[in-house]
Every structure is written in structure tokens, then in C-alpha cells.
């Protein structure tokens, strides 16, 4: 038989939502997915690959950075003091997020 389609889905309410995406990736698959899309979102860091590597290595030190499973993207968290943070720039938009270059305050390495 074909497989189910959207309109069916739509039609069969919640159990046809379960029952499409479970022909679709497998029942088993479907019930992973499906626990991940209620979890809350989460956001990554992808760094500049050209940025120098001392102002790396303070990025990483300041925003506790952690590598992820995904290939040049990294956990992060907020220093704690405002001026700690990079500011975000207006040509941000919903899908990336870009920052100054530079900080009011910043952490610096003793070499």
C-alpha cells in the first residue's frame, strides 16, 4: 500500500501524525524523534576559523566553550557580567547570530 499522506495525517488528527511519521521513519526512529522535538531548543556556537588562535583560546575559556557531535560547533554559556559579552550586530537575523569584534571588557591570557 502507498504510504500515508499529509492530508490523511491531517484528517486522523494526533494518531495520524504518529502513524505517518512512524511509516515513514520507522517506528522505533519515530519515537526518538518525537521525545526530541519536545525538548527545549538548544543553541551552538560555530567560531570564525580565522579568528587568531590567543583570542581562541580566551573565547574559549570566557564562554566555557564544549565540543558538540556536530562537526566545528560547540556548547557555550554567557559569562555572568554583561561587558563580558560580545554585543550582537544588526545584520543578526533568526537563523544566525553575528557579534562585535570586540568587548567592553575581556578576559586576557598572562602568557
Do not use: K
Not at 499529509?6 to 517506528?27: D, I, K, V
Not at 526512529?29 to 556556537?45: I, K, N
Amino acid at each position: 500500500p502507498p504510504p500515508p499522506t499529509f492530508q490523511s495525517m491531517a484528517l486522523r488528527e494526533e494518531a495520524g501524525w504518529h502513524a505517518t511519521h512512524s511509516a515513514c521513519y520507522g517506528s522505533e526512529r519515530w519515537e526518538d524523534l518525537h521525545v526530541a522535538l519536545q525538548r527545549d531548543h538548544e543553541h551552538l556556537c560555530f567560531l570564525n576559523p580565522f579568528v587568531p588562535s590567543q583570542e581562541l583560546d580566551v573565547i574559549q575559556e570566557d564562554y566555557r566553550l564544549e565540543r558538540t557531535c556536530v562537526p566545528g560547533a560547540f556548547h557555550f554559556h554567557l559569562p555572568d557580567e554583561a561587558d563580558q559579552q560580545f554585543r550582537v550586530t544588526e545584520s543578526s537575523d533568526e537563523t544566525a547570530i553575528f557579534v562585535d569584534r570586540s568587548r567592553v571588557q575581556r578576559h586576557e591570557r598572562s602568557e
